[in-house]
């Protein structure tokens, strides 16, 4: 008798962290070491927070804002990410910042660094083959869930409740992220660099779809502040990088290679 084949183990969990929920979902390896893992990739979130973080007073970032210490003093992980925010404002031209109404606030990288360090983590486990960490809704994934079967990840419609834009596939690639940046959920947070004031853009969302997570999140904000027809001109200009725009006039523009990611 042929015995049915057996489903690939999962390991899942939902984490609150920075203010959102980072949800895991690890397929294959020894459950045991995935939970070690797992168990790093979280205190390293917490760390990122309590780093980073510009409501605590005690935070790094904080400190560095006020003066009371130098980028040498910081934590190493505080060096990194400002020398990826700084090649993030050099390539965006200055649309993505670090400074948020005259004060440094690297928070916009943040996120997304972090959900992608954690996901490698997970994925240098031995027999892990599928990984995918959802940080309140930027995504990263690794490799597959289940062989022949892809990860798939839904756009939400911002003009829709309930409904999805896309469905974005990272079928045939090894590792694929998605990240959004809009108005829908978070109100006009986005500010555009030249006047130190909300971005007064025709989008009401972009979403960047690429390898990397870290990038992804930054030229979806940079983007979105640019408006449709620069935004979108510049995303398709980009290596490796796909966009879908949505106009408050519920005009889509897509980059042309985004096609390929749909599914």
């Known amino acids: 008798m042929t015995e049915p084949a057996k489903t690939p183990a999962a390991v899942r969990h939902a984490e609150e962290v920075m203010g959102t929920v980072f949800s895991f979902d690890v397929r294959g390896g020894e459950p045991g070491a995935v939970r070690a893992a797992l168990t790093e990739a979280i205190a390293g979130l917490h760390r990122a927070d ?12 904080s400190r560095l804002a006020r003066g009371e210490l130098t980028v040498a003093e910081c934590a190493p992980e505080v060096a990194e990410v ?5 090649e993030a404002e050099r390539v965006s031209d200055g649309w993505f910042s670090t400074r948020y109404r005259g004060s440094l606030d690297p928070t916009g990288i943040v996120k997304g660094w972090a959900a992608e360090r954690a996901a490698r983590l997970l994925g240098e486990v031995t027999g892990v083959h599928g990984v995918s960490v959802n940080g309140g809704g930027d995504v990263q994934m690794l490799g597959a869930p289940e062989p022949g079967r892809p990860w ?33 959920e978070r109100g006009a947070h986005i500010v555009d660099p030249r006047t130190g004031r909300s971005a007064v853009t025709d989008l009401v969302a972009v979403t960047v779809v690429g390898p990397r997570l870290t990038w992804v999140d930054c030229w979806a904000t940079a983007a979105f502040a640019m408006g449709s027809r620069a935004g979108s001109a510049w995303l398709e200009a980009l290596p490796d990088v796909e966009g879908l725009l949505i106009t408050a006039g519920d005009e889509v523009l897509c980059t042309g290679g985004l096609a390929a990611r749909l599914g």
């Open 152 to 184: 798939r990840v839904g756009v939400t419609d911002p003009l829709r409740p309930g409904g999805l834009a896309a469905v974005i596939s990272a079928a045939g690639v090894p590792e694929l992220s998605v990240a959004t940046s809009g108005t829908a």
């Open 82 to 86: 400002l020398e990826l925010a700084a």
């Open 50 to 61: 309590a780093l980073f973080s510009t409501y605590r007073e005690d935070s790094e970032v």
